[in-house]
């Protein structure tokens, strides 16, 4: 371990391996990663990576993602990711990555819910994320430090010098030139949740600790097919492919019962989906399927190659079995509010990118697939902005050691009873009084004897909660029931 680095990077997913790949040779950088460095979101990703298919096609990318952002994006941030998302892809290729191909050996896009054209490239089938994330590790030149988690930032007059983690039971501190955080989304904090374990929302409790503003909180995606009938935390998505390419939602007599919510049905933008699902169950009791039965098995298995052994390796024989599903928890459109360079306004030498970061591309609600490309584009920009302004002068300052306990007995339950309080009244379908009750424990749990770890999950919800009673009309993915 060196004493001084030029760059630290916390996260090891397409965010953080991104910036590092796109930062000079000749720099010291350090990824810190809080498990094994293919435990992050990036690694379960299945659909693909959404870009324009030409420089024409850019301006119809925009125009769904602002559609499906619902008035909320920040229009500049979306022109830059739709832009340079051909430039970011092409850089990709270019590199040696792979992305399927159709049978004349053209790039095969796909299509997914609310895009107006087939424009997703996927990898692997439906490994996209695995296939980019095995790339991204083995173009990766400089360390990774595993097992590491980042407890809090060095911050002092509004500059950060660096970070405080845990690794091997120790406490340290690490100084850098330039911080950035890429450590993912929240899911943790929802009892039913697609995302892998290390995204516990961390990074947003330790920013919130500083003053430092996250924004569009209330903005929760949750995925409207998932088999949630399994033990552990991460439930098993069943990609937006699927319904793009033909699969249908249906109840336990083969009703499609979307076709009551919205005419576009399977294909409406995902919150629509999760919506109509998440009430139809609670009014009818019915059980939920995903039928598949419009693919063949030798496409499915060549096409959904994950999907097909995950779900026989829990007793489903697809596509000729129905899956029972439920929506769950998926995705984070807001974040820690930063620029178009992924610069923290409130503190120098700060930055964040990915799915932590909230540079206004994704607004009210994220347009499928966009996630990944946003991971691409942003990361090289804050590779740019890191190497222009790595020269400015900065003073060396120690900091004391983080000292308050990290976990106390009894943080487990808590963390139980955060999830579900979050799933029952932070979730898909929203109301008053419920955020409410859930402020109220909130803060009961953090005023309680309990550890700093377990606080900055509370700190997390709490924002969420917060931007859920601010916004008083539903809008894009935050549904609020008996609007006032
Ligand atoms: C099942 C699934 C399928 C998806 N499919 C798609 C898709 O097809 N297309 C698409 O565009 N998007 C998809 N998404 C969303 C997309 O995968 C994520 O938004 C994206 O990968 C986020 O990348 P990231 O680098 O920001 O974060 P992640 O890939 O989640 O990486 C976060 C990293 O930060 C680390 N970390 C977290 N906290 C700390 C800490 N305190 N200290 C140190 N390290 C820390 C984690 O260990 C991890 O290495 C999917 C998501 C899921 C869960």
Redesign the pocket.
């Known amino acids: 371990m060196k004493p001084y680095y030029d760059v630290l990077i916390?996260?090891?997913?397409?965010?953080?391996l991104n910036t590092a790949n796109n930062l000079k040779d000749d720099l010291n950088v350090l990824v810190?990663?809080?498990?094994y460095?293919w435990?992050?979101?990036?690694f379960?990703?299945?659909?693909?990576?959404?870009v324009a298919v030409n420089k024409d096609d850019v301006a119809l990318h925009v125009k769904d993602t602002l559609e499906a952002g619902a008035g909320l994006c920040t229009k500049e941030a979306v022109e830059v990711l739709c832009k340079e998302g051909i430039y970011s892809v092409e850089k990709l290729i270019e590199q040696g990555f792979w992305f399927d191909r159709d049978k004349n050996g053209e790039l095969a896009y796909t299509k997914e819910a609310a895009h107006s054209r087939n424009r997703v490239l996927h990898a692997g089938g439906d490994a996209?994320?695995r296939e980019l994330h095995y790339f991204l590790m083995k173009s990766l030149k400089f360390p990774i430090l595993y097992n590491?988690?980042?407890?809090d930032l060095l911050i002092e007059d509004g500059v950060c010098y660096g970070v405080c983690v845990r690794h091997d039971k120790k406490i340290f501190n690490i100084y850098a030139k330039s911080v950035v955080i890429?450590?993912?989304?929240v899911g943790s904090l929802y009892e039913y949740h697609?995302?892998?374990r290390?995204?516990?929302a961390?990074?947003h409790g330790v920013c919130l600790k500083h003053g430092i503003e996250l924004r569009d909180m209330e903005m929760m995606q949750f995925h409207p097919t998932v088999f949630v009938k399994c033990s552990w935390a991460r439930k098993q998505?069943l990609?937006e492919a699927l319904r793009g390419e033909g699969a249908k939602v249906v109840d336990s007599h083969g009703r499609r019962f979307l076709l009551d919510y919205d005419s576009r049905a399977e294909l409406s933008p995902r919150n629509i989906v999760s919506e109509a699902i998440f009430s139809y169950q609670q009014s009818t009791n019915e059980e939920i399927f995903l039928d598949l039965s419009c693919f063949s098995k030798s496409y499915f298995k060549k096409r959904f190659p994950s999907i097909y052994f995950n779900m026989k390796n829990l007793g489903y024989d697809l596509p000729m079995q129905k899956i029972p599903i439920s929506p769950a928890f998926?995705?984070a459109m807001g974040g820690i509010k930063t620029d178009l360079d992924g610069k923290i306004q409130s503190v120098r030498d700060l930055y964040a990118v990915?799915?932590?970061a909230s540079s206004g591309v994704h607004g009210a609600n994220r347009l499928a697939?966009?996630?990944?490309?946003e991971?691409l584009v942003f990361s090289i920009r804050v590779a740019k902005s890191i190497e222009k302004d790595l020269n400015l002068d900065k003073k060396k300052i120690k900091f004391p050691l983080f000292e308050k306990k990290l976990v106390k007995k009894g943080d487990k339950k808590l963390k139980n009873e955060l999830r579900k309080l979050m799933w029952k009244n932070a979730g898909i379908i929203r109301t008053q009084k419920g955020l409410i009750r859930a402020r109220q424990r909130v803060n009961d749990m953090l005023s309680m004897d309990r550890g700093e770890l377990i606080k900055l999950r509370l700190l997390c919800s709490k924002e969420i909660i917060e931007s859920g009673l601010k916004r008083k009309s539903s809008l894009g993915a935050h549904y609020i029931k008996g609007e006032n």
């Open positions: 916390i996260g090891s997913g397409v965010a953080g810190l990663s809080k498990d460095a435990e992050c979101n990036t379960y990703a299945q659909g693909g990576v959404a996209t994320g590491t988690q980042v407890i890429a450590s993912g989304g697609t995302n892998s290390t995204i516990s961390d990074m998505l990609s998926h995705y990915g799915e932590v697939s966009n996630s990944l490309l991971g």
